[in-house]
């Protein structure tokens, strides 16, 4: 089996390929507390958890409170950050293969 590449090289490289030069990474998994704790890797980075045992790699746990007091940032507002769409349209937009779509 091989060793999947650390998730901040993953992040590194999609911010190169993307010139997202406005993008600051910050290497540590997001929780509700700041702490030292394991991030188990699984077979896709979605699916990547701070709970459980396995493969893995010790991570800082950081918390957003904690990102927006030592960057100074503004208010966060996550309501802007996507289109709005009504439910009906977010599960027709699906492609009949996803899990999603079979739902409906």
């Known amino acids: 089996m ?25 290497a540590a998994a997001l929780s509700d507390g700041e702490r030292e704790g394991h991030l188990v890797l699984a077979a896709s980075s979605e699916l990547n958890s701070l709970d459980g045992t396995g493969p893995g790699e010790t ?6 409170d904690a ?5 100074n940032w503004g208010a966060i507002d996550f309501s802007r950050s996507m289109p709005k ?8 937009a699906r492609p ?3 899990p999603a779509a079979r739902r409906s």
């Open 96 to 98: 009949p293969s996803s």
């Open 59 to 64: 991570v800082q746990i950081t918390s957003l």
């Open 85 to 92: 769409a009504k439910s009906s349209e977010f599960w027709r």
């Open 2 to 26: 091989s060793r999947q590449p650390r998730p901040a090289v993953c992040l590194a490289i999609s911010k190169a390929s993307n010139g997202a030069d406005n993008l600051h990474i910050i």
């Open 67 to 71: 990102e927006q007091k030592i960057h």
